[in-house]
């Protein structure tokens, strides 16, 4: 029977490193070309951001639903739920120009600006490779779940940017080349839901056998998860001015780049980004996982600051791989982190409620920076408030968790 459990658990790592690579493969290849497709058929810079900032609101109410259902209803019948969720939006999105559609379909759907997570697949997913993996692994497991997808999300932006730069040289329209891309979106999350469906009960929550009273899923574990979710919140409202999507636009206004390069350059921002996550599990050993947050996460900041400041494109590519080069230390050990912390038929409820947190604070910032970017005058300045506002959220964080220590930190 044990044996038994341990090839099932193994192969359903390998189905979750899979559907991990795929979405954000799918997520990565959209990212690049969405904010110039939306704009290709007759969107504003406003009315993207506005688009944008309701994509990331609807995304929180529905992963809020589904991921703190999900350790009581079933975790693989909600990542299901979830990829319906991402095939309607990109068929929508694919076939109408309509604004009043596409915010329908924003807010109930599942559609990445950023190129990041979005959707409650990371919060199920999270717990269940906590159940499957043993403390001492849960930050390495992260660490290579996040570094695939980082080369997934890197491999998706090369492929989604040159895709559309080379249908574009073979006679397709602008519009037709960027269509092509969303098409593939939707097809990749037909891909994932029958990846999802192959998942064994091993990934399902454990069984409580005294039901005790619970808040969005959470009970003894309520109230570090709050804090830690107002936290959380503000890091991501300041990730939310400077997402994927708008970096690509800003490249584009300043230096009037094309879909290929921008592509190529977010090729190699998330491939350093990736191989940032893997080196963070060493750092977390010596340090601790807290501190790996903080230590890595300011001088990541400080170069964000640097990227509008630079005369010429060259120049600003290599700020802005330099801080991907250390920006994702901080995601493996902030994940690994939050399930330590907390009880394990709790974690599907508290990755959720951490990562609506990031949503809504994320939510907030894009249709800002669309009304930034309207000026030429402000058009640099979702950089200089993102990185800012992550500082003073570092500096913060560390002062109020320094005394929480997860389980493997703890000496004997």
């Known amino acids: 029977m044990s044996n038994h459990l341990e090839v099932s658990g193994h192969r359903d790592i390998v189905i979750l490193f899979t559907t991990r690579i795929a979405r954000l493969f799918a997520y990565g290849f959209l990212s690049v070309v969405l904010a110039l497709y939306l704009v290709s058929v007759g969107l504003s810079g406003e009315q993207v951001g506005l688009l944008f900032t309701l994509t990331l609101a609807g995304d929180a109410a529905v992963s809020l639903l589904i991921t703190t259902t999900a350790d009581r209803l079933g975790r693989r019948r909600m990542l299901v739920i979830g990829t319906l969720l991402m095939i309607v939006a990109g068929v929508v999105f694919l076939l109408t120009h309509n604004f009043i559609l596409l915010i329908i379909a924003a807010i109930i759907g599942v559609i990445s600006p950023s190129g990041n997570e979005i959707g409650p697949f990371l919060s199920i997913e999270q717990a269940a490779l906590s159940q499957l993996v043993s403390d001492n692994?849960?930050?390495?497991?992260?660490?290579w779940?996040?570094?695939?997808?980082?080369?997934?999300?890197a491999t998706g932006a090369l492929s989604g940017g040159w895709m559309a730069q080379g249908l574009q040289l073979t006679g397709w329209s602008r519009t037709g080349s960027y269509r092509a891309v969303l098409a593939g979106y939707a097809i990749i999350g037909l891909i994932l839901f029958?990846?999802?469906?192959?998942?064994?009960?091993?990934?399902?929550?454990?069984?409580?056998?005294?039901?005790?009273p619970r808040l969005l899923g959470l009970h003894k574990s309520r109230g570090i998860v709050f804090r830690l979710s107002a936290f959380f919140a503000a890091d991501a409202f300041a990730g939310g001015l400077i997402i994927q999507s708008m970096i690509a636009y800003w490249f584009h206004l300043r230096f009037g780049i094309d879909a290929g390069t921008i592509g190529t350059i977010f090729f190699g921002a998330n491939v350093l980004a990736g191989v940032s996550a893997l080196l963070a599990v060493r750092i977390a050993r010596k340090i601790g996982l807290l501190r790996t947050m903080v230590f890595t996460h300011i001088p990541s900041n400080i170069l964000l600051i640097l990227v509008p400041l630079m005369p010429t494109l060259p120049l600003a590519i290599g700020v802005l791989l330099a801080r991907f080069s250390i920006s994702q230390m901080d995601v493996p050990t902030r994940q690994s982190f939050t399930m330590a912390v907390v009880e394990p038929d709790e974690r599907s409820s508290a990755a959720g409620v951490t990562s609506i947190a990031r949503s809504v604070g994320a939510a907030l910032s894009p249709s800002l920076t669309g009304i930034f970017f309207a000026s030429a005058a402000l058009v640099s300045l979702p950089f200089f408030l993102s990185g800012g506002i992550k500082i003073i959220y570092d500096l913060a964080l560390l002062a109020t968790f320094r005394n929480v220590t997860p389980p493997e930190e703890k000496k004997e």
Do not use: C, D, I, M
């Open 145 to 153: 779940y996040n570094l695939v997808g980082s080369f997934a999300t």
């Open 194 to 212: 029958v990846l999802f469906l192959t998942l064994s009960k091993s990934v399902e929550a454990p069984r409580v056998e005294r039901q005790v």
């Open 137 to 143: 692994k849960r930050t390495r497991t992260f660490a």
